[in-house]
């Protein structure tokens, strides 16, 4: 029995409470899974999960193994990282959390660059816009718009952006274009829903913000969705400008109300403090701070690259 892949098989299938996509997370069928974890039951002499209408939930005894399960996966990435620190070649597995759009736009056109240059790095790529905890999904750095709060983590500032309401030539050429924010009542503003809240747009008016809830016949979970859905001339959307710079730049999208834009939240590249030395965490993050360098200091109207 491979005690580490059990072990390893039933963290992922507690995290995500199916087999199936504890299966396809772990690149292995749910058949596969079912038999680790039944080697599990066996050495332990307990059992760790019991099932029902949603799925499989852990039993008190379960409860305890997790947490026992994972210490014991946090010690062998421990012993993984010691073992890389001493080698001058970063090498092994990094497991990286974007969200969708950022690394559609970003990472993805950089990879072939950055792994023909780290010929031992294996890459792991987790495209997600919900926050993730990078202990759970055992990742080694994600990017995330907004300082974490978490103080198991170090927080390295990528990028200053600001809130951009933009659409795209096609869409004005219909409806015209917004003077004012009480103008946008008139408008299809699309909305972007994000860890079930709906985000509200915001507007700098004299002294103070103004917010004003996006209404529309359009409601997205994803920055991805978001971005498409104006450059087909769907309605407005107000996003972080890092997320549309290149179709500002092109002019694919056109912003409005520039001069009541307020800044938006940062971006951080975020690891686990006793990783920042490990090579490959570090060339990782190095390759973030290339990407975003040209949005270090806050984007102007045009949102062009510096």
Not at 41 to 66: I, K, P, S, Y
Not at 164 to 182: D, K, L, M, N, Q
């Amino acid at each position: 029995m491979d005690k580490l892949a059990a072990l390893t098989a039933f963290v992922e299938v507690a995290r995500t409470g199916s087999f199936t996509e504890a299966g396809s997370a772990l690149a292995m069928g749910p058949s596969a899974v079912t038999k680790k974890i039944a080697s599990l039951e066996d050495w332990l002499g307990v059992r760790v999960f019991q099932r029902n209408t949603h799925g499989v939930a852990l039993t008190d005894d379960g409860q305890l193994c997790l947490q026992m399960a994972r210490q014991v996966l946090e010690g062998v990435d421990a012993l993984e990282q010691a073992i890389a620190v001493r080698q001058a070649q970063p090498a092994g597995q990094v497991r990286v959390g974007m969200p969708y759009a950022m690394g559609q736009l970003y990472l993805a056109p950089m990879l072939r660059e950055f792994l023909s240059s780290n010929p031992d790095l294996v890459l792991d790529v987790h495209y997600s816009d919900d926050l993730p905890d990078i202990l759970e999904q055992r990742l080694d750095v994600f990017v995330r718009i907004g300082e974490p709060k978490d103080s198991r983590v170090v927080a390295k500032p990528l990028a200053q952006s600001r809130r951009v309401t933009c659409a795209s030539p096609a869409y004005f050429a219909a409806r015209g274009r917004p003077e004012s924010i009480e103008d946008l009542h008139d408008h299809e503003r699309i909305a972007l829903m994000i860890n079930g809240h709906v985000r509200a747009w915001s507007f700098r008016q004299g002294e103070g913000e103004t917010r004003l809830p996006p209404r529309g016949k359009l409601t997205v979970n994803s920055g991805v969705a978001l971005r498409q859905a104006a450059l087909a001339g769907v309605g407005l959307i107000q996003c972080n400008s890092i997320l549309v710079a290149p179709d500002l730049a092109s002019g694919a999208l056109q912003p409005v109300l520039d001069d009541c834009s307020v800044p938006s939240e940062g971006l951080y590249a975020v690891f686990l403090e006793n990783r920042r030395m490990v090579p490959r965490v570090r060339v990782t993050v190095e390759l973030l701070e290339k990407i975003f360098r040209p949005y270090r200091q806050s984007t102007g109207a045009a949102d062009q690259p510096r």
